[in-house]
């Protein structure tokens, strides 16, 4: 069905982004069409090949881009668009092979205007980048992803991803004013940089999570704020996870919007209040409040008051600074984990809050019920509810396959979610992981993303097989 | 292969998370994804575990193996909570390459001329210490190793650390038959010529009796304090930077204080990041009278000039870029003079300056500063 790479194929690549913006060798195919997710990283550690694109371009303006996609369209080439490479989900993975176009030599900040709060970026620029640069204006997105140092603009729009300040500046398709993507027949499109409007759908929000298989974005308006007058971190102990659930409902209730709200269940509390050798029962509740000065103080005020109508203990600001200021050095076990042929993973589900708990217990179990250690946290709330993050680690298992196991947690995990009637991912996405369960997240609505698929990209070039758009056995041929 | 050595590391860096990605000054201007720092720990992985082998991919590795000025700022915490010290593993990775025969143009340039003339840019060796002082004394036991960059391409810093070092009383000398200290050639992967260069550098200063060898370059001086001991050589002789050794000296010095400047200071990698020399520069500017602004990214976080392990030889282009960035972040800062103390940053930072910002060691300024006692 798909055309191949042929030598033609790359001549012409070569005249649109100039010769050595292509590569056909090993190495660039393996290292771009590689991202984090867990079976990539293991089969790393085996030292076996993952599936690559035949070539590697990188393309230097959205009109390279354009040409790039009208003559894979008309050869009928797959296309993966690579950002930072730091997703989670086997979103980039070039299942059919084809061409993988790195965007990252798109890095401009085209403009910043100060009086609409409002920077446009090119989509390749790296999520600290752009913070450095609008912290030097005296602004800031407040977009913290913990990959902020790898991830691209380009891919927290694509992936609909949140960051841990997003209570307060909302995730990341709040913040969009507009994009300019390129369609997978080549052409670009514009949408219109005003604050809202009401002129039929909103098209750019058909672009926000949509995983690189209906555009490449290229450029996005972003919502800026003034860099926060001043900032306060503080941290309570509940007893158990639902006094904690309650008080951050009514914070959110009283019209409070702290910026960091981080709920840890029991497991979690213990490693983290352990760590910093502070006693280690109950939930530990990490806030922070930002923004101008006499507002961060009532809010911190108001959250006081209903933490303390809960029955919180005021731990002062010691806990909640050190994970601001260590917040990545969790990741340093990783590799030793690994090591050991451990699965390590995490599952992030969002409910309503009348069924946020019982998400909570639900997922677990049916972890529990795989033989994984899941311990978790809850850390993106709205008025209507919430979201839990799930960290899990499960010892080998010397007679079961571990890509066997590893999907057997999934499923356990997504039907789960679905029983509860939650949604399988809060931020992290589809990719290839999720695939498998985009039918019954979606139900019959899941027609109308197939349909846009197919009137966009009529021939499924762009970004093929994500999103849901694979059999569960295509997925498990190559993981 | 030396890679095998490090093979714990390179898988730890290969599943990591990446959180170092943003920080390194050549993959933010290159921005191709095997440039990026844990891709290049991957690379040297998929080369370890048989997913790609040289004779295939020999030169496209080398592409990304030399795109590296080996600055260590991808491996300092923050941004690397695993020791994974991937500037070992560059270097380790360009000496495979040279032992299988891989050998970029630049590189087998470096070689001809470092065997010939004993310096990496194709001067006579005869030339050396044409455009320095010459100090020459024979009861002197501090020697002053000037180096080749110093020597051929920026002789000013040479004859101010020259003038510092005499008015402060100092005996000292030059080392007459001085080589290239074998940097560059560590740094480029040339292992057995930079042996050639330590054996000979270590004889000629034991045979004149050397106590202490004194350093204004920072490439030389880690070499001397680190690699010649990697390489198996065990030295008699104390080495020191010349900014350590200034600062004991202050005293003994009759200083004009320079009125109303403020300056940036740039931490050269070797120096700070290596070698943890980081007040010493700042004490003497602020004798100097001279207010220092810090840049964002300054001492274990200082982001290199992108002239660092060779880059300037081998990726010129990309080594300015680098250049131009940090020159950038000099600017922000608001100042009108960025002062470093290294040779190849001082080349590196002015070359990308366009005239925008005054570049000096900070050895110029110091002897600029100096009254006759
Ligand atoms: C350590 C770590 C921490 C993380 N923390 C968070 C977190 O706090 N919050 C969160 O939301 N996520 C988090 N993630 C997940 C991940 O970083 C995000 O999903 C991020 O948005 C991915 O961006 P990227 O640039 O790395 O994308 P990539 O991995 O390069 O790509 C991801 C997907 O997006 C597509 N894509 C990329 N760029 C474009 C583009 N310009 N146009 C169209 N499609 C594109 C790709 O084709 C692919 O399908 C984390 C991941 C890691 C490894
Ligand atoms: S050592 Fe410096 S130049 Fe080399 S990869 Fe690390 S940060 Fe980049």
């Known amino acids: 069905m798909y055309g191949s790479v042929t030598p033609d194929i790359i001549d012409e690549l070569k005249s649109i982004v100039g010769e050595k913006h292509v590569s056909t060798s090993l190495v660039d195919r393996l290292v771009c069409s590689r991202d984090l997710w867990f079976p990539m990283l293991f089969k790393t550690l085996k030292g076996e090949l993952w599936p690559t694109a035949d070539v590697v371009v990188w393309p230097g303006s959205a009109e390279e881009v354009s040409e790039v996609l009208k003559l894979a369209n008309k050869r009928r080439v797959p296309v993966v668009t690579l950002g930072g490479g730091a997703g989670v989900c086997g979103g980039l993975s070039p299942i059919r092979g084809g061409i993988v176009m790195d965007i990252k030599r798109m890095c401009k900040v085209l403009e910043l205007d100060e009086e609409s709060l409002t920077v446009v970026v090119q989509a390749g620029l790296i999520g600290m980048e752009l913070e450095e640069y609008l912290n030097r204006k005296g602004y800031t997105l407040g977009h913290y992803p913990l990959s902020i140092y790898a991830s691209t603009i ?108 981080r709920l840890y269940d029991e497991r979690d509390t213990k490693i983290t209040l352990g760590s910093l050798g502070l006693p280690a029962e109950g939930c530990l509740l990490i806030l922070s409040f930002e923004g101008t000065e006499k507002l961060v103080d009532a809010e911190a005020e108001v959250a006081d008051e209903v933490c303390r109508q809960w029955g919180g203990e005021q ?17 340093w076990n990783l590799p030793h984990l690994l090591k050991g042929f451990m699965i390590v993973d995490t599952i992030e589900v969002s409910a309503p809050w009348d069924r946020l708990e019982r998400l909570y217990w639900e997922v677990k179990r049916a972890l529990e019920g795989q033989g994984v250690i899941p311990m978790a946290h809850f850390s993106h709330f709205y008025l209507d509810g919430g979201s839990i993050y799930f960290t899990f680690v499960k010892p080998r298992e010397p007679k079961t396959p571990i890509n066997d196991a590893y999907w057997r947690i999934w499923s356990a995990a997504m039907e789960a979610c679905i029983r509860v009637g939650g949604s399988i991912s809060h931020h992290h996405g589809v990719g290839l992981v999720r695939s498998p369960w985009m039918e019954k997240e979606h139900g019959k609505s899941f027609e109308i993303i197939r349909a846009l698929k197919k009137v966009l990209d009529p021939n499924n070039i762009l970004n093929p097989g994500k999103l849901g758009m694979v059999g569960w056995s295509e997925v498990r041929r190559v993981f | 292969m030396r890679l095998e050595e490090f093979s714990s590391r390179i898988l730890t860096c290969s599943l990591c998370l990446k959180m170092c990605k943003y920080v390194c000054p050549v993959a933010s201007v290159v921005r191709y994804e095997p440039v990026y720092p844990p891709n290049k720990a991957l690379i040297a992985h998929m080369i370890l575990s048989g997913m790609i082998n040289l004779k295939d991919e020999g030169e496209n590795v080398a592409r990304y193996a030399y795109l590296c000025t080996t600055c260590g700022l991808c491996s300092t915490p923050p941004w690397c909570g695993l020791d994974v010290r991937l500037w070992e593993i560059i270097e380790a990775l360009r000496a495979d390459l040279v032992d299988q025969g891989i050998i970029l143009e630049p590189v087998k340039r470096v070689l001809k001329s470092a065997s010939e003339n004993r310096n990496p840019y194709g001067e006579n060796l005869h030339a050396r210490f044409s455009k320095v002082k010459h100090v020459f004394s024979d009861d002197a036991d501090v020697v002053y190793f000037v180096g080749c960059t110093t020597s051929y391409r920026v002789p000013q810093i040479a004859n101010a650390v020259i003038d510092v070092l005499s008015m402060a009383g100092l005996n000292f000398t030059l080392l007459k038959d001085e080589w290239c200290c074998g940097s560059p050639l560590i740094r480029l992967g040339l292992i057995d010529l930079a042996r050639e260069h330590a054996e000979h550098n270590i004889n000629a200063l034991n045979d004149i009796g050397a106590k202490t060898v004194v350093f204004s370059c920072p490439g030389c001086y880690r070499t001397f304090k680190i690699d010649y001991e990697r390489l198996g050589y065990k030295i008699k002789f104390e080495v020191k930077h010349v900014t350590e050794v200034v600062v004991d000296l202050l005293k003994s010095l009759k200083i004009r204080k320079k009125e109303d400047i403020t300056a940036t200071y740039h931490d050269p990698c070797h120096l700070g990041r290596h070698l943890g020399i980081f007040d010493a520069p700042r004490q003497i500017l602020s004798v100097l009278g001279i207010q220092i602004r810090e840049m964002q990214w300054r001492r274990e976080n200082s982001r290199c000039c992108g002239a660092g392990g060779g880059m300037l030889i081998t990726n010129s282009e990309v080594a300015y870029a680098a250049g131009r960035r940090r020159v950038e972040e000099a600017l922000e800062s608001g100042v009108k003079n960025l002062i470093t103390a290294c040779p190849f940053c001082r080349i590196s930072l002015e070359r990308a300056s366009g005239g925008k910002i005054e570049v000096k060691d900070v050895m110029e300024l110091l002897a600029e500063s100096l009254e006759e006692r």
């Open chain 1, 154 to 261: 380009g891919g927290f729009l694509a992936c609909r991803s949140a960051g841990v300040l997003s209570n307060k500046y909302g995730k990341i398709e709040d913040m969009v004013i507009a994009l300019r993507v390129v369609l997978p027949t080549g052409e670009i499109i514009e949408t219109k940089r005003v604050p809202r409007r009401a002129t039929g759908p909103d098209l750019m929000q058909l672009f926000v999570g949509s995983e690189g298989i209906l555009g490449v974005i290229t450029e996005a308006a972003l919502r800026i704020h003034p860099y926060p007058e001043k900032r306060i971190f503080t941290s309570y102990r509940f007893k158990d996870l639902h006094a904690g659930l309650e008080a951050v409902r009514n914070i959110f209730r009283r019209g409070v919007r702290p910026a960091i709200v």
């Open chain 1, 315 to 331: 731990l002062g600001d010691l806990p909640a600074k050190h994970w601001w200021k260590h917040r990545h050095d969790q990741y």
